[in-house]
Nanobody, 123 residues
Framework: QVQLVESGGGLVQAGGSLRLSCAAS????????MGWFRQVPGKEREFVAA????????YYEDSVKGRFTISRDNAKNTVYLQMNSLKPEDTAVYFC????????????????WGQGTQVTVSS
């Protein structure tokens, strides 16, 4: 069982930056691939970024490549999402998720989810 708690969301102007954090409970954090997803009302949850257990493999959704960076600190049981050059279309609730022994890009791949943190980018 893994519990995930996101933080770092908020309101920012277009072009600004935010850093999301996701703290995980449990002693097996390093066995999980970790992902960030986002969702706006009325739309499906969409993939943003993912990172492998060791951090050596990362994936990004095309629209965030070059602007967002996913990273993890296994000693702190935490995964991060650094978001730069934010755009109004990045506005969403952002979720982190844990994928046991894999690192997927589909929400159905993931076993545990956080409660989400709101990111709002004003124009």
């Amino acid at each position: 069982q893994v519990q995930l708690v996101e933080s770092g969301g908020g309101l920012v102007q277009a072009g600004g930056s935010l850093r999301l954090s996701c703290a995980a409970s449990g002693r097996t954090f390093s066995s999980y691939g970790m992902g960030w997803f986002r969702q706006v009302p009325g739309k499906e949850r969409e993939f943003v970024a993912a990172i492998s257990q060791s951090g050596g493999i990362v994936y990004y959704e095309d629209s965030v490549k070059g602007r967002f960076t996913i990273s993890r600190d296994n000693a702190k049981n935490t995964v991060y999402l650094q978001m730069n050059s934010l755009k109004p279309e990045d506005t969403a609730v952002y979720f982190c998720a844990a994928d046991w022994l894999r690192v997927g890009v589909d929400p159905s791949d993931y076993d545990y989810w956080g409660q989400g943190t709101q990111v709002t980018v004003s124009s």
